[in-house]
């Protein structure tokens, strides 16, 4: 079982970067933050319909939460993603925008 999981995980690597280069290809860029181990009022602050939507017409980028929360220091199973948000845009400027924007909030909303 163990050596299917790295086998698994391994796999996933490998069509990730392989999607991002063929997004990168397209003239897409795309990034992650994970947000899983902030607090949940943290979390549900930045995965609110209206922040995502502030962000992302301030940024011209797409942004979607994805993945499963798990408590703090729990590893996921193979294949599964911790909580994160999902960013892309046509354009690596306005990308890093959002990431710095996200960013900046979860740092404020920590403290």
Not at 50 to 63: G, P
Not at 76 to 85: I, S, T
């Amino acid at each position: 079982m163990v050596g299917q999981d790295k086998a698994l995980i391994n796999a996933l690597k490998i069509r990730d970067q392989f999607v991002e280069k063929e997004n990168e290809k397209s003239g897409i860029f795309t990034e992650e933050i994970e947000i899983n181990d902030y607090p949940s009022m943290v979390r549900g602050k930045v995965q609110s319909k209206d922040f995502l939507m502030n962000v992302s017409e301030m940024t011209n980028c797409r942004i979607v939460v994805k993945g499963t929360h798990f408590e703090a220091g729990k590893k996921p199973p193979a294949g599964h993603k911790r909580m994160h948000l999902y960013m892309e845009s046509s354009s690596k400027h306005e990308l890093m925008s959002a990431a710095e924007e996200i960013k900046r909030n979860l740092e404020d909303l920590v403290v």
